[in-house]
């Protein structure tokens, strides 16, 4: 039990469309991650929220944007869909003392996108 | 850039040990190890940061050498509850990169 929930678990999609993921953090985790995961492959990093601002992206186009909310919950849209994008993403809280992050991550269990 | 791990994969039998690499191209400011299992999320197990090791887990520990930007986790006297995908993760400034992972099992 991290803490972390995630909605929702599983979806498909069709190429061209949008989907949006949410994710709720532990209470007082002030920074929000969100990864990418191809099976088999390690999480990649997508981009990361500190304060409701965007402060550290991977390599991802903009079509994959995100937000932070006051209340510890953030989304991950993907806009225009490609068959690529087909994955787990994961989200994962942090409480960072300052912008830096240098703290344990608590995953969520996270979603499953399918997008044919 | 990713963090390299190896080896890929190991099979070991109960009570077994095993070591993990991970090595960056690039300085290391922190590395972090987590376990997942099949069909679930990663999960914690420890931070080592410039300067030494932050926190260890059951009998898994590990080492950092920043000079050789690598750090190891050692597992000793396996347990079947060992079995999962180990990843690294290499932190700078905000960005958090993951190895590919290397597959554990262990065996009776």
């Known amino acids: 039990e991290t803490g972390v929930t995630q909605s929702p678990t599983h979806l498909i999609k069709t190429r061209g469309q949008q989907v949006t993921l949410r994710c709720s953090s532990q209470?007082?985790?002030?920074?929000v991650s969100w990864y990418q995961q191809a099976l088999g492959q390690g999480p990649q990093f997508i981009f990361q929220?500190?304060?409701?601002?965007?402060?550290g992206r991977g390599n991802f186009p903009p079509r994959f944007s995100g937000l932070q909310f006051p209340n510890y919950s953030s989304e991950l849209n993907v806009n225009a869909l490609e068959l690529d994008d087909s994955a787990l993403y994961l989200c994962?809280?942090?409480?960072?003392?300052?912008?830096?992050?240098?703290?344990?991550?608590?995953f969520g269990e996270g979603s499953r996108l399918t997008v044919l | 850039q990713q963090p390299v791990q190896s080896p890929q994969a190991v099979i070991l039998r109960e009570g077994e040990d095993a070591v993990i690499n991970c090595s960056s191209s690039k300085a290391l400011y922190s590395v972090h190890w987590y376990r997942q299992k099949h069909g679930e999320a990663p999960v914690f197990l420890m931070i080592l940061l410039k300067g030494g090791e932050q926190k260890g887990h059951e009998k898994i520990s590990a080492s950092f050498n920043e000079k050789k930007q690598q750090s190891s986790l050692y597992l000793t006297a396996s347990q079947l509850s060992y079995s999962g995908t180990y990843f690294c993760g290499t932190v700078k400034l905000n960005d958090m990169r993951f190895g590919a992972g290397t597959r554990l099992t262990v065996k009776p």
């Open positions: 929220y500190y304060r409701e601002e965007e402060n």
């Open positions: 994962a809280s942090i409480f960072s003392r300052g912008s830096l992050n240098t703290g344990e991550l608590f």
């Open positions: 209470s007082g985790h002030n920074t």
